[in-house]
């Protein structure tokens, strides 16, 4: 069974359109993360929710939502997509939202292509 | 924010022990020293990772400088499957696991 899986693995869209990526952990974590890997392949954090509280938020575009309905999920809804926004997100999560000794579990990445 | 300094770019030999440095040398007590790889179209895979002591797990050894300005992460013997981007991070404690990716070394394995 997959530890972090993210839907869907590939995703083609118009500028301008709304879209959502889900992710999900089985691992039991408490603290589940959202990550973007731009086409330098930089990877920077964008968001952060410890037991469905957001934690840290980067500067990210106010059109970026991340959404936690339980500890297990954590959904990234993007609104009016533009170019810039090409890019492959990864999901993780970890146990300890503030301990610094645990290490985080990444997804495999949804590679998000904006036509 | 405790930065690291890493290789652009390291070569092994399949079978030969490798050894990746980072440079931290303005690490504070209370930040850990933690190494993930990015295999090809793949996630980041977390490692190992260490605070003052040397550590050791099925992955890899982390040997950690006694000032601990630098660390070595050590893949004892590479594999094709082991070329991949490796990243050395400082996560500090209560600090809400904010971890801050750098360019990382990217390792390539030679048959």
């Known amino acids: 069974d997959t530890a972090v899986s993210q839907t869907p693995k590939y995703l083609v869209t118009q500028m301008g359109n709304d879209k959502s990526i889900k992710c999900e952990q089985n691992?039991?974590?408490?603290?589940m993360y959202w990550y973007k890997q731009d086409s330098k392949k930089f990877l920077k954090i964008m968001f952060s929710?410890?037991?469905?509280?957001?934690?840290i938020n980067e500067t990210v575009p106010n059109r970026f939502s991340p959404k936690s309905p339980d500890k297990a999920h954590l959904n990234l809804h993007i609104n009016s997509l533009e170019l810039g926004d090409s890019a492959v997100y990864f999901c993780?999560?970890?146990?300890?939202?503030?301990?610094?000794?645990?290490?985080?579990?990444f997804g495999d990445g949804t590679r998000l292509s904006i036509l | 924010d405790a930065k690291t300094t890493q290789p652009n770019s390291m070569e092994s030999n399949e079978e030969e022990p490798v050894h990746l440095p980072c440079n931290h040398s303005?690490?504070?007590?209370?930040?850990?020293i933690h190494w993930y790889r990015q295999l090809p179209s793949q996630g980041p895979e977390y490692v190992i990772h260490?605070?003052?002591s040397n550590v050791n797990n099925r992955m890899a050894s982390l040997a950690i400088a006694e000032d601990r300005k630098s660390s070595t992460l050590i893949l004892h013997r590479a594999t094709l499957r082991d070329a991949a981007v490796y990243y050395c991070?400082?996560?500090?404690?209560?600090?809400?696991?904010?971890?801050?990716f750098g360019a990382g070394t990217r390792l390539t394995v030679k048959p």
């Open positions: 691992l039991g974590h408490d603290t």
């Open positions: 993780a999560s970890s146990q300890g939202g503030q301990n610094g000794n645990q290490p985080q579990h």
């Open positions: 929710y410890n037991n469905k509280e957001l934690i």
């Open positions: 260490g605070l003052t």
């Open positions: 991070i400082l996560l500090a404690i209560y600090n809400n696991n904010d971890m801050r």
């Open positions: 303005t690490i504070s007590g209370t930040d850990y």
